[in-house]
Nanobody, 126 residues
Framework: QVHLVESGGGSVQAGGSLGLSCALSGYTYNLHSMAWFRQAPGKEREGVAAIGRLGDFTYYADSVKGRFTISQDSAKNTVYLQMNSLKPEDSGMYFC???????????????????WGQGTQVTVSS
């Protein structure tokens, strides 16, 4: 079993920055892909960014390219999402997800992901 715990959410004004963390525990050796998703009230959950556990890929949603950066620290078994130049439309619950598959170009498909965290709230005010 794998457990994911997100942290780092909060409230910030537009233009500000926040950094999210996702700590992995349990049997993580067969995980190949990690991702961040988000869900705003009344909207479907959407992919934000993904990274290969071997450092072989990173992908971003068009809406966050150039503002968000996904990274990882393998020694700490932690995945990060640095969010800069935040906009009110970035508000929502942010979820960390892990996949046993190599998700590649279809990283945004939720069905790939076997494990999910409980989420951390991000609120961006105008």
């Amino acid at each position: 079993q794998v457990h994911l715990v997100e942290s780092g959410g909060g409230s910030v004004q537009a233009g500000g920055s926040l950094g999210l963390s996702c700590a992995l525990s349990g049997y993580t050796y067969n995980l190949h892909s990690m991702a961040w998703f988000r869900q705003a009230p009344g909207k479907e959950r959407e992919g934000v960014a993904a990274i290969g556990r071997l450092g072989d890929f990173t992908y971003y949603a068009d809406s966050v390219k150039g503002r968000f950066t996904i990274s990882q620290d393998s020694a700490k078994n932690t995945v990060y999402l640095q969010m800069n130049s935040l906009k009110p439309e970035d508000s929502g619950m942010y979820f960390c997800a892990a996949a046993q598959s190599w998700v590649g170009g279809t990283w945004y498909f939720e069905g790939w992901y076997n494990y999910w965290g409980q989420g951390t709230q991000v609120t961006v005010s105008s």
